[in-house]
T-cell receptor
Framework: DAMVIQNPRYQVTQFGKPVTLSCSQTLNHNVMYWYQQKSSQAPKLLFHYYDKDFNNEADTPDNFQSRRPNTSFCFLDIRSPGLGDAAMYLC???????????????FGDGTRLSIL | GEDVEQSLFLSVREGDSSVINCTYTDSSSTYLYWYKQEPGAGLQLLTYIFSNMDMKQDQRLTVLLNKKDKHLSLRIADTQTGDSAIYFCAEVGDYKLSFGAGTTVTVRA
C-alpha cells in the first residue's frame, strides 16, 4: 500500500494561474519534504516541515509556498507558475531529521506539472 | 556535501552484473543511500550503508564503501529487465539529502 500519496499524478495549468499540489502520508512521520525534479536532473529540495516548523531552502523562489495543516497532509502552492516551473514535484517523508541517525526519506510517485 | 558525482549511463546485458559508481564529498556523512527511479515514478529507497561499514549485501544488491576515497558503488547481480531505471546515490548532511545526477541503467536482452 502506498504510504506517501501524491495527487494528482499529472497536473496541467496555465501560465500565471495558481496551482496546488497535494501530498499525504500514512507513516505518521514528523518531516515532510518537497522536491522539484526537472528532466534528467537530480531532485532539488525546495523546503521541508519538521512538524509545524517550516524550513525554506535559500534558493527556493518566492513563487513557491507550502502548507502543512496536520501531520498527514502537506501542500505545495505555486502562486504564478512560469514555463520554467514545469517539472516533476516529489513529496517525501522521514520519521525525523538525519543528524547522524538513519532517517531515510520515503518518496511519493510525484506530480508531473505542465504549464501551458 | 554539495557535489555527488555519478557516471550518467550504463548499458548491461541481461543476466550480467551491473556496477554503478559514485563519489561523494562530505566525509562526515553517516549514511549513504541508493535510490531507484523508474520512468514517471518517484524514488524508491533500495539500500543504504552506514559509514563505519565497508560492505553491505542485500539479496542481489551489494554496496561497497571506500571511505578513504569517498567512493560508493552498487553492484546488481544477475541484472534483469526490471532493473532498467535511473539510480541515484545520495549522502545526508543534517537533514538534507544531496543527490548525484543519476545513472541511467539500460538492460539489453
Amino acid at each position: 500500500d502506498a504510504m506517501v500519496i501524491q495527487n494528482p499524478r499529472y497536473q496541467v495549468t496555465q501560465f500565471g494561474k495558481p496551482v496546488t499540489l497535494s501530498c499525504s502520508q500514512t507513516l505518521n512521520h514528523n518531516v515532510m519534504y518537497w522536491y522539484q525534479q526537472k528532466s534528467s536532473q537530480a531532485p532539488k529540495l525546495l523546503f521541508h516541515y519538521y512538524d509545524k516548523d517550516f524550513n525554506n531552502e535559500a534558493d527556493t523562489p518566492d513563487n513557491f509556498q507550502s502548507r502543512r495543516p496536520n501531520t498527514s497532509f502537506c501542500f505545495l502552492d505555486i502562486r504564478s507558475p512560469g514555463l520554467g516551473d514545469a517539472a516533476m514535484y516529489l513529496c517525501a517523508t522521514s520519521r525525523d531529521l538525519g543528524e547522524g541517525s538513519n532517517q531515510p526519506q520515503h518518496f511519493g510517485d510525484g506530480t508531473r506539472l505542465s504549464i501551458l | 556535501g554539495e557535489d555527488v558525482e555519478q557516471s550518467l549511463f550504463l548499458s548491461v546485458r541481461e543476466g550480467d552484473s551491473s556496477v554503478i559508481n559514485c563519489t561523494y564529498t562530505d566525509s562526515s556523512s553517516t549514511y549513504l543511500y541508493w535510490y531507484k527511479q523508474e520512468p514517471g515514478a518517484g524514488l524508491q529507497l533500495l539500500t543504504y550503508i552506514f559509514s563505519n561499514m565497508d560492505m553491505k549485501q542485500d539479496q542481489r544488491l551489494t554496496v561497497l564503501l571506500n571511505k578513504k576515497d569517498k567512493h560508493l558503488s552498487l553492484r546488481i547481480a544477475d541484472t534483469q529487465t526490471g532493473d532498467s531505471a535511473i539510480y541515484f546515490c545520495a549522502e545526508v548532511g543534517d537533514y538534507k539529502l544531496s543527490f548525484g545526477a543519476g545513472t541511467t541503467v539500460t538492460v539489453r536482452a
